[in-house]
């Protein structure tokens, strides 16, 4: 099969200052929902299930999984509970704060 394969258009395009910056801004987030998403499917739980054990509606699971919109901390923590999940926050290695810091540079330089 000839054509471009995912792995090779992603590397192509973060090569783009502008598309890595948005890309490396979203991986927190990204993070979280994979975490979720594994979590729930390891203890083997609808999306249902998981909104009825958070007191949430199912429509509300899939918009979070999709990534669709921000959920707010009191539902991540909701979520998280359900799940058995704790939230923690840990310092970021020097290479990625010095990393961020660029990112913000850059901009607010742009504004």
Not at 61 to 71: V, Y
């Amino acid at each position: 099969m000839d054509g471009t394969n995912f792995k090779d258009f992603k590397a192509e395009l973060l090569k783009k200052p502008d598309i890595r910056r948005e890309y490396d801004a979203l991986q927190p987030k990204y993070a979280i929902i994979q975490a979720i998403i594994a979590r729930r499917n390891e203890l083997s739980l609808s999306q249902r299930q998981l909104a009825r054990l958070s007191g949430m509606q199912q429509p509300a699971i899939c918009r979070i999984e999709s990534g669709d919109n921000n959920m707010t901390v009191d539902t991540l923590f909701r979520v998280a509970n359900a799940l058995g999940l704790d939230i923690e926050f840990k310092p970021r290695s020097l290479a990625k704060v010095q990393h961020s810091n660029q990112i913000i540079s850059s901009t607010v330089q742009e504004i």
